[in-house]
């Protein structure tokens, strides 16, 4: 027995369809592609975010095709929120669970649509994936992105991932998130196996003002991707250590502590380092 692309259900497949990838249940399963479904600008923002990270779209049929996202199980609030989203554009989808390299992941499917082919042509050209020059920067664009490939280091700042894309194309797309948010953001080369690929980097003087940007967008269970006030290991900026220069010996360290968002054993540590006097009493 196979799950339902759609909803889950376990269905009988037949012996003679063995090399068939999708299966739908009774009531999903259907010859006539379902074209109510209209491809709004708030849907493609949607799924510009997701197919930035690593969300797919696969042909089905020469008239229609499928979205996929898999993430792992432990994570499956993300994928629950992402099928309710889903449905509020009047797409059907289902969750499955598969073991992959000795991990449970939760992978969602939509069913089949012409839309989601119209989408899969603006985003593979010829058959790899490119960004569209038309991509417009929202907070739930980057937010799909962020959560669906993207992490945060407490030392360096947040980083996205674009493993598939062209430079020329990641300028653009950089050029535009910098107009977006007036933060500056980087494109850096990486070599793994041979293979060059490219990242972005927003350094850590700016990652609060993107996570800022995306605060609507927060999911619990990717919780550490957001927790970067209270960490202690944060780098401190210039203009942190400035204040901390300046006010250290007028105010009282809790203070400090609340006004830079830092706990306050590392408001202590750095003005030792600093070799900053005793606040005032």
């Not at 042509?121 to 058959?127: E, F, I, K, L, Q």
């Not at 996570?211 to 006030?229: Q, R």
Request: proline residues 4%.
């Amino acid at each position: 027995m196979v799950p339902c692309c759609v909803c889950g259900d376990l269905i009988w497949r037949d012996a003679r369809k063995l090399s068939q990838k999708h299966f739908y249940c009774p009531l999903h399963k259907t010859n006539t592609p379902d074209t109510s479904v209209l491809l709004t600008p708030g849907l493609i923002a949607f799924l510009d975010g997701l197919l930035l990270g690593d969300g797919c779209i696969k042909r089905v049929s020469k008239v229609s095709g499928l979205y996929e996202q898999a993430c792992a199980s432990r994570r499956e609030e993300w994928i629950l929120i992402l099928k309710q989203r889903f449905e509020e554009f009047g797409i059907k989808c289902g969750i499955t669970t598969e073991r992959r390299k000795g991990r449970d992941y939760s992978i969602l499917k939509t069913s089949a649509y012409p839309i989601l082919l119209d989408m899969r042509r603006r985003w593979y050209a010829d058959g790899r994936k490119y960004i569209p020059e038309g991509v417009e920067i929202s907070p739930e664009l980057l937010a799909n992105w962020y959560l669906g490939d993207g992490h945060l280091t407490v030392r360096n700042g947040v980083y996205l991932y674009s493993l598939a894309f062209a430079w020329a194309s990641l300028e653009r797309l950089v050029e535009k998130m910098t107009q977006a948010l007036s933060i500056l953001v980087k494109i850096h080369p990486r070599r793994e196996h041979n293979v060059e690929f490219y990242y972005i980097h927003i350094p850590i003087d700016y990652s609060q003002l993107f996570l800022d940007y995306i605060e609507d967008y927060f999911v619990s269970c990717f919780s550490y991707k957001f927790d970067l006030i209270r960490s202690p290991l944060r780098r401190w900026s210039l203009n942190e250590v400035d204040l901390l220069k300046q006010q250290y010996s007028h105010r009282k360290a809790k203070e400090i502590s609340e006004e830079l968002g830092r706990p306050l054993r590392a408001v202590y540590i750095k003005a030792f380092k600093l070799g900053l006097k005793r606040y005032a009493s």
